[in-house]
């Protein structure tokens, strides 16, 4: 069975402009979860969607914004593009939205700000 | 707020020796406690899970001890190989959806 995927695996963008980032959780799994890590510190939490519903989100401005498809599927969009946004982005699925959840990792996608 | 902390960041050590990786969190009211693996580049492989009502989870080499009352963990690596070689992340999940809240991290490199 196939992980969790993402695309693009790299991106370069400019200040100002619009990203939109995907996943694909793995199969059978109901719950994606988005990540931002800025080199060398940990992921901090963005968002979580359940069955197509905001369950949660961390401390992002509004720039941030995601959605969830009737297949669970996820896109990750960014607006109004800064140099501090560069990082890997990652994604994580669960089969439930339930706490304690196991998550796992896609490879993420590397986004590069000029 | 969780906060969580790794301690060392960084750790070199000859290949076939054991060591420990220590993990601290601020708030005791957690689900479970995860360590991942990291390589450069790359995404995270998780490596243990240790639910809040356990003390202890093992795979392989790797065994992982949780003490919830004091905030702490342990990741515990034996005998060591090159292929080691990774950052290693602990994660707590806490209240809100299912949300992790990460530690920094800690770099290990295993040399010959």
């Known amino acids: 069975d196939a992980g969790v995927t993402q695309s693009p695996t790299h991106l370069i963008k400019t200040r100002g402009q619009h990203v939109t980032l995907r996943c694909s959780p793995i199969?059978?799994?109901?719950?994606v979860s988005w990540y931002q890590q800025v080199l060398g510190q940990g992921p901090q939490f963005i968002f979580q969607y359940y069955e197509k519903e905001e369950r949660g989100r961390g401390n992002f401005p509004d720039r941030f914004s995601a959605r969830q498809f009737p297949n669970y599927s996820s896109e990750l969009n960014v607006n109004a593009l800064l140099l501090g946004d560069s990082a890997l982005y990652l994604c994580?699925?669960?089969w439930g939205q339930g706490e304690g959840q196991p998550q796992h990792f896609g490879d993420g996608t590397r986004l590069s700000i000029l | 707020k969780q906060e969580v902390t790794q301690i060392p960041a960084a750790l070199s050590v000859p290949e076939g020796e054991n060591l420990v990786l220590n993990c601290s969190f601020t708030?005791?009211?957690?689900?479970?406690l995860q360590w991942f693996r990291q390589d450069p580049g790359k995404g995270l492989t998780s490596l243990l899970l240790i639910q809040s009502s356990q003390r202890e989870q093992t795979s392989g080499r790797l065994n992982a001890s949780l003490d919830k009352s004091s905030g702490r963990s342990t990741l515990y690596i034996a005998a060591s190989q090159p292929g080691d070689s990774a950052t290693y992340l602990c994660a707590v999940s806490t209240g809100g959806g299912n949300k992790l809240t990460f530690g920094t991290g800690t770099q290990l490199k295993v040399e010959l």
């Open positions: 199969s059978g799994h109901k719950s």
């Open positions: 994580a699925s669960s």
């Open positions: 708030d005791s009211a957690i689900y479970n």
